[in-house]
């Protein structure tokens, strides 16, 4: 039985992997009409959008180099990491510092840069395009729309699987035979730690009677920079797509790829179930909105049980 990991292992930073490429160049067919001319990684999540809290992870985890890869229609994501020299002369004028802190702070999370994938070919092409910036160092990939509660470590914990291992390293989930569909799947066999396997094999969207195991691969990986001579020569797969999960199918079977199995927090805010879940959740969690918006919640949801949900209208229903 492996033992999932859990968000208690204490951070730890391994420099040889400083930067990190988020893949943001998707179509994000399943949020539309929301996606039509506002990326997905856009959508806020209670008040910052998706794609900071998978950049303020990179950073957290000492990546301080970060390559956005966008498209056509993301020029949004540009400009929320560059400075808003407007606006931020209005807050200042204002004397609103806590704000002209949240309009400065996603420029300053990171060394932040931006290529263009021309077109959505797929995620593993989309890898490809941050091959000249990455160079031949192992770099970390955080998918855009794939967000991990901030309250968790497993990118902390790949990292240091992948000082000790070396290789490639992907993140692992235990998903429900159904949903396996939906994800690359991971044949695994132990590899001596508690919460780390060997991946030995990768199927992307298996049915579920096709499926190795019930490991669902989510959106965090750290590679080795041998991946990108396997993507230039990896055709397109599912979907007609260039896989990231055929381009790892090659070192898998070589034995140079582990998996972390993660059992925390995390959304898929590309779907539109995951990403209310992820609202809600984070901002039960702050602070500032949390204590009310939980109040409100509970007696929302002991509406639903006994049929009389909405309980109450107005301002505050
Ligand atoms: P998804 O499959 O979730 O993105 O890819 P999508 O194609 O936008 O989704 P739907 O199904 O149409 O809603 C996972 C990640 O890879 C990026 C996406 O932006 C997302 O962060 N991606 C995907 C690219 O950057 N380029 C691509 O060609 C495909």
């Known amino acids: 039985m492996i033992a999932p990991h859990s968000s208690s292992t204490p951070a730890r930073t391994v420099r040889s992997v400083r930067k990190a490429v988020v893949p943001a160049a998707g179509l994000g067919t399943r949020f539309l009409p929301a996606t039509k001319a506002t990326p997905k990684e856009m959508l806020p999540v209670v008040d910052k959008p998706a794609i900071q809290y998978v950049v303020e992870e990179a950073a957290a985890a000492g990546l301080d180099d970060v390559l956005m890869v966008t498209g056509r229609h993301k ?4 400009d929320h990491f560059d400075s808003a020299f407007e606006l931020e002369q209005a807050l200042a004028a204002k004397g609103d510092a806590v704000r002209l802190d949240a309009v400065r702070g996603p420029a300053r999370l990171a060394d932040i840069h931006h290529i263009r994938q021309g077109e959505p070919l797929g995620l593993g092409h989309a890898v490809l395009c941050a091959r000249r910036h990455v160079g031949d160092q192992p770099f970390a990939v ?4 794939d967000l991990i509660d901030p309250r968790e470590t497993l990118l902390s914990r790949m990292l240091d699987v992948h000082g000790r291992h070396g ?3 992907v993140a692992l989930m235990a998903v429900p035979p159904e949903q396996i569909r939906h994800y690359g799947c991971a044949a ?5 730690e508690e919460d780390v396997v060997r991946v030995t094999g990768l199927v992307e ?3 579920p009677r096709d499926a190795p195991s019930g490991y669902a691969v989510i959106g965090r990986y750290v590679l080795d920079p041998g991946v990108f001579d396997v993507l230039e020569h990896t055709p397109p797969g599912r979907g007609g797509e260039i896989q990231l999960t055929d381009a790892l199918r090659e070192p898998a079977a ?6 972390v199995v993660f059992d925390g927090l995390r959304y898929d805010t590309g779907d539109r179930a995951g990403y209310l879940r992820a609202v809600v959740r984070l901002a039960c969690a702050r602070d500032d909105l ?4 939980a109040a409100w919640l509970k007696e929302f949801a002991a509406g639903l049980e006994d049929g009389t949900a909405p309980v109450s209208r107005g301002l505050a229903a």
């Open 75 to 78: 020029r949004a994501i540009e």
């Open 142 to 145: 955080l998918l855009g729309d």
């Open 167 to 169: 290789g490639s390293v």
């Open 188 to 192: 695994v066999e132990p590899a001596g």
């Open 205 to 207: 969207k298996p049915s």
């Open 254 to 259: 070589g034995g140079t790829v582990h998996g």
């Open 290 to 293: 949390g204590p009310e918006f």
